[in-house]
DNA sequence: ATTATCATGTTAACACTGCAAACATAATTC
DNA sequence: GAATTATGTTTGCAGTGTTAACATGATAAT
């Protein structure tokens, strides 16, 4: 009994799905509900029927990154079953990557404004999506205890993990800006980084 | 022979400076040219005497804002005349602090589609500004060449700034988009990772 | 000194934006 | 079959960046 075409099939899907493409090829600053709209050949107040406001909409963008992010994670993980380490420098490596790939979605996941508004919703609905970096955040766990149990030394775990953490995010920043100019390869030296010894106590 | 009040004495100046606390009070996404030329007492198109465009008021804005973060960078410096490496812990520490202390900063630094322009102009015009990181960058070739003097490994160069300024970076974004929860004091974790004794092999 | 020019402001108008309200019609429920 | 819901359109408003036409204070040229 399928209805094809009710009035456009399935438009939030495919508002999520122009509307990254729009946010991939004209920037943030750019992006417009109405242009969404008109790219789905329907008028510009259709979108608020599946979303309350623009930012809505963009968060549900947002959500639809994420799992792209957090795929690419996990796939670096799964190249490692049994190492904690080398699957923590494999996932920080794919974090690089994904955003020198995705340069966009930078400013998508970490400064607009929904930003804030992502995590009081999450906290509200969809506990799942509130942590986008669970995978990474569980492999630092997974290295800390590790760790912790080698040596009487006490390493505190959040200076791991905020340190871990912070050097891909700062490093996969300045290389997708195009703040640190290098002549090489940046992805072979992000390597280099991450699996030279000393790498952060690892 | 002042002429208090031509039509305005310094409206460029003033609307620099309304315009930085406007982007402080109502953040990024709500700063607005006419909302600027209210604050000083203006008709909404009188900034265009002075800049050719928002983009261009905001970078003006922008390289205000760089002016005090250079001179916190340097009086970091001028804490440790002869230590090059405490020089640059202390530096990675300012830089954090700095953000945390003005997170609206890094939008305005970082994210915004105006710093691709920035580096664009800079290139024609004043090339001072180019790198707003040129402290930073300094003591990082300082504290290179010292080591390599120190041992025949050789340390690539390029390895040692990008995990330098990435790990400050990165965790200054986590810490002020807040994307890193820590229940204790996060200025205090990060001087302890930054002075612990196997930061980034300095 | 008068005149022309420049600097700095104002007002009017345009296209674009997000958003709300009133309306239309297909789909679903009772 | 009637009432209700879901999904779309049209209309309209306030706010935005930007340009053009105009006014006038300040400066330079003659």
């Known amino acids: 009994m399928s209805y094809e075409n009710y009035h456009h099939e399935n438009l939030k899907a495919e508002l999520i799905k122009k509307g990254l493409k729009l946010l991939d090829e004209e920037g943030y600053e750019n992006f417009s509900l109405r242009k969404v709209a008109k790219a789905c050949s329907v008028s510009h107040t259709a979108p608020y029927r599946h979303f309350d406001s623009k930012d809505d909409l963009i968060m549900a963008i947002a959500i639809e990154a994420h799992h792209k992010f957090n795929q690419c994670l996990e796939e670096a993980v799964n190249k490692y079953p049994n190492d904690n380490k080398s699957q923590l420098k494999e996932m920080g490596y794919s974090y690089v990557k994904f955003f020198i790939e995705n340069p966009e979605y930078l400013r998508l996941f970490f400064l607009s404004d929904f930003a804030d508004n992502l995590k009081k919703m999450n906290h509200e609905t969809c506990i799942n999506e509130e942590q986008p970096f669970n995978t ?67």
Request: with cysteine.
């Open 136 to 202: 990474f955040y569980k492999a630092i766990e997974r290295c800390q205890s590790e760790h912790q149990n080698g040596e009487g030394d006490s390493v505190d775990p959040n200076a791991l993990a905020l340190s871990c953490w912070g050097l891909v995010h700062g490093m996969a920043i300045l290389i997708a800006k195009r703040d640190f100019s290098y002549a090489g390869d940046y992805l072979e030296l992000v390597r280099k980084i991450l699996w030279s010894g000393t790498f952060l106590n690892l």
